[in-house]
């Protein structure tokens, strides 16, 4: 370990020499924009740009169509009357979101992003928005009415409301009575 320090260090002075920096000049990072020079090549060569590096990975990198997930933004709140869910779903009409509501108190919400038609002579920048299918799906508690849920978009937010149920009409989980048979010489056999 200690050789390595020393041979890093021993090596960075090296390449001050090298690279005819004066102090006084200007700093290391310098060194390393020096177009042409030895010292950037190889730095640039081992140590990438990182940003620039992020900047192509959109491009870069080929993407299934049918597996492409895009990513909803979700708030879930419950007030004393009502939970309310918003989903971001900017740029999206109504028609392109399906609400779903199954037995089993799971309220599911899913579309699909379409990508916008590359024509020919266009020269794309940057790609970005995300695009693709989407679903999002959520438990609700044993407080809610889901006969009651309305749903409304406005300016690329989803909002759905359900009403939550009095107390009084809240149902708890049912009660199952076990059976067993005794047998007639008064112990107990399991079936």
């Known amino acids: 370990m200690k050789q390595t320090s020393l041979a890093l260090l021993g090596l960075f002075f090296v390449t001050l020499f090298i690279g005819n920096i004066k102090t ?19 730095w640039r060569d081992r140590f990438p740009d990182p940003f620039r590096v992020l900047e ?15 990513p909803v933004r979700v708030d879930w709140k419950e007030t004393p009357e009502e939970h309310v869910i ?13 609400i779903e509501v199954e037995e089993n108190r799971v309220v599911r919400v899913s579309g699909e ?5 590359e024509k020919e002579g266009d020269h794309w920048h940057r790609v970005e ?9 959520f438990r609700m508690p044993d407080n809610v009415d889901l006969d009651s849920v309305k749903a ?11 009403n939550k149920l009095s107390q009084d009409k809240v149902k708890g989980p049912r009660v ?13 056999s399991s079936a």
């Open 176 to 188: 199952v009575d076990i059976a067993f048979e005794e047998d007639q010489t008064g112990k107990v």
């Open 129 to 137: 928005r995300s695009h693709g299918k989407f679903w999002r799906q």
């Open 113 to 117: 992003r379409k990508r916008e038609e």
């Open 56 to 70: 192509q990975i959109p491009l870069g990198l080929e993407r299934d169509q049918s597996l492409a997930l895009s």
């Open 24 to 42: 006084t000049e200007g700093s290391l990072p310098s060194a390393f924009d020096t177009p042409g020079s030895l010292l950037s090549d190889l």
């Open 152 to 162: 409304k978009l406005d300016n690329g937010v989803l909002t759905i409301t359900i």
């Open 86 to 98: 918003r989903l971001d779903v900017p740029g999206m009409k109504k028609d392109e979101v399906k």
